[in-house]
């Protein structure tokens, strides 16, 4: 049986592979597609640049869009570096920033660092801090020992039980079990988990609040909603975007609605027909 997300994403990696730069010592991999104002893409442990392809195809007739996928080394405060590097490299004085989950939190370091780079900060699916992370698993692990084996049937094992909780995203969790079980290579793997975990705390981020963003979902597994609360209260954002469900990947659970907010951020004209203003999920 076909599975729809996997060969729409395929196909989109084909007509515009990944390609690969060096910042700092770095070996990062990145796209660069379309015109107009920028914004930068930073996935989660789960995905390469391309976890963004729906987005992309959508906005990027309208915006230039610069997604990134992680290197083997470094960590949060390296990666925030390499970030601005990145942008230095591509010409861009300033950007739009999403993150989601892990990338979340580099947004928020980043922007915290060199405020005066961003236009918006949009913090997705994500954290406000890292402090007892290392009591959770797989943070808990050794994590440059544990058999990688070990590590992915973890993985495995969260998105077995997202698909029986979710059957109707069966797609979904068969596209991700493809990122941990090779797509995303062995050290690229536990760098991701390696780098939250021994993350910094987060530096004030000084954005005025009309330049700030959250997106959140209700039923997500892995953002507890007291974690959500703490993200809402530490950077204060002009408009909190709430999925009612889409759990930790809305971006590719529900991307018509993920466009939709990302239209309304950049003061796009909607093409999706979602009203993010009006409707219950969003809360301001």
């Keep these: 049986m076909t599975n729809t997300l996997i060969s729409d994403r395929d196909r989109f990696a084909e007509k515009h592979p990944e390609q690969r730069i060096g910042l700092n010592g770095r070996d990062w991999g990145y796209l660069d597609i379309g015109s ?6 930073i996935p989660g442990t789960l995905g390469r640049c391309d976890i963004f392809w729906q987005q992309i195809i959508a906005l990027s007739d309208r915006l230039r869009i610069i997604a990134t996928s992680y290197p083997e080394t470094g960590g949060i405060a390296d990666w925030a570096d390499d970030i601005l590097a990145l942008m230095d490299h591509l010409g861009l ?46 943070y808990a692990l050794d994590l440059h020992t544990t058999p990688i084996g070990d590590l992915r049937a973890g993985f495995g094992t ?42 910094p705390e ?23 909603p007291e974690m959500r609360a703490a993200v809402r209260a530490r950077l204060q954002p002009s408009a909190a975007y709430r999925f009612l469900s889409g759990g930790h990947f809305p971006y590719v659970a529900r991307p018509a609605e993920y466009t939709a907010l990302l239209e309304q951020i950049m003061g796009l004209a909607p093409t999706s027909g979602h009203d993010w203003g009006t409707g219950p999920e969003r809360t301001s």
Aim: without cysteine; hydrophobic residues 40%.
């Design 36 to 41: 107009g104002p920028a914004l930068l893409l």
């Design 158 to 199: 969260g998105l077995q039980q997202w698909r029986n909780d979710h059957p109707d995203q069966s797609d979904l969790v068969d596209l991700l079990l493809m990122e941990v079980g090779g797509r995303i290579p062995e050290m690229e793997l536990r760098n991701r988990l390696n780098a939250l975990k021994t993350g």
């Design 202 to 224: 987060l530096p004030e981020t000084t954005l005025p609040a009309a330049r700030i963003f959250t997106v959140q979902a209700d039923d997500d597994p892995l953002i507890p």
């Design 93 to 138: 004085a300033s950007t739009t920033i999403l993150g989601s989950s892990l990338g979340g939190y580099l947004a928020q370091y980043v922007v915290g660092q060199a405020p005066n780079r961003f236009d918006r900060l949009i913090a997705a699916n994500t954290l406000h801090s890292v402090i007892g992370l290392d009591q959770r698993m797989p």
